[in-house]
């Protein structure tokens, strides 16, 4: 079983700041790439900004600039800077791995943390 738990979601102001966290555990033999997406009301998922275990980055054009992901073990980061009322939306953590050393990379998500910019 592998369990993807995010944080550090709530409310801030339009030009405020947040910093989302993402933990993976459980029967992790490696992993590929972990990544953020999010979820508006009435929209579908979209994506926010992926890494590898690498390093290389890749981030939605909305997002460029503003957003900043990084990695730790078995975990993702997300540095969310002058936030605008548009970036309201349920955020999810997404994780490429395998659960065993020949066996197939696997999607996993988490249960998603809620940003509202509000002011």
């Known amino acids: 079983q592998v369990q993807l738990v995010e944080s550090g979601g709530g409310l801030v102001q339009p030009g405020g700041s947040l910093r989302l966290s993402c933990a993976a555990s459980?029967?992790?033999?490696?992993?590929?790439?972990m990544g953020w997406y999010r979820q508006a009301p009435g929209e579908q998922r979209e994506l926010v900004a992926t890494?590898?275990?690498?390093?290389n980055t890749n981030y939605a054009d909305p997002v460029k600039g503003r957003f900043t992901i990084s990695r730790g073990k078995n975990a993702v980061y997300l540095q969310m800077s002058s936030l605008k009322f548009e970036d309201t939306a349920v955020y999810y953590c997404?994780?490429?791995?395998?659960?065993?050393?020949?066996?197939?990379?696997?999607?996993?998500w988490g249960r998603g943390t809620q940003v509202t910019v509000s002011s």
């Open positions: 890494i590898t275990m690498d390093g």
């Open positions: 997404n994780a490429d791995l395998r659960t065993r050393r020949w066996g197939p990379m696997e999607d996993y």
């Open positions: 459980g029967s992790i033999f490696s992993i590929n790439g």
